[in-house]
């Protein structure tokens, strides 16, 4: 079981990066949701402690799981959807402003401006 979470989270992972790696804005923000889904995967492989849930009354001969890994996952789940959210805002932006989504056009438009301010600014 821990074999196929961890080749999960390799693949998610490794695509993750793949993505991130691309000229596309689109591609960037599915390559930093891939990330932290990977993340959140690692998060619950390392506490996948089997045992009676945390609820008192408590029997003595059998394990306890930790409450504490789900807590932590569930506040990465909502942190990763909040930039997700933010991260999509920011690429409708480029797209209102630049008219693509395309790395390479918008820096090149971004230099255009700025030669365009300093031609403007020189006597």
Excluded at 62 to 78: E, G, R
Excluded at 80 to 98: K, M, R
Excluded at 113 to 119: A, C, F, G, L, T
Aim: proline residues 4%; without cysteine; hydrophobic residues 50%.
């Amino acid at each position: 079981m821990l074999l196929i979470l961890a080749g999960a989270v390799a693949v998610l992972f490794g695509a993750g990066v793949q993505l991130l790696l691309s000229r596309d804005l689109i591609r960037v923000v599915g390559g930093t949701v891939l990330i932290s889904n990977a993340a959140n995967l690692l998060l619950l492989a390392a506490g996948l402690g089997r045992g009676q849930a945390p609820i008192h009354p408590l029997t003595a001969d059998q394990p306890v799981s930790d409450p504490v890994v789900q807590a932590l996952t569930l506040t990465s789940i909502v942190i990763s959807f909040a930039i997700s959210a933010f991260l999509l805002s920011l690429v409708y932006d480029v797209y209102a402003t630049h008219r693509t989504l395309d790395f390479d056009d918008v820096q090149a438009d971004e230099q255009a401006d700025e030669e365009q301010q300093e031609r403007r600014a020189a006597p």
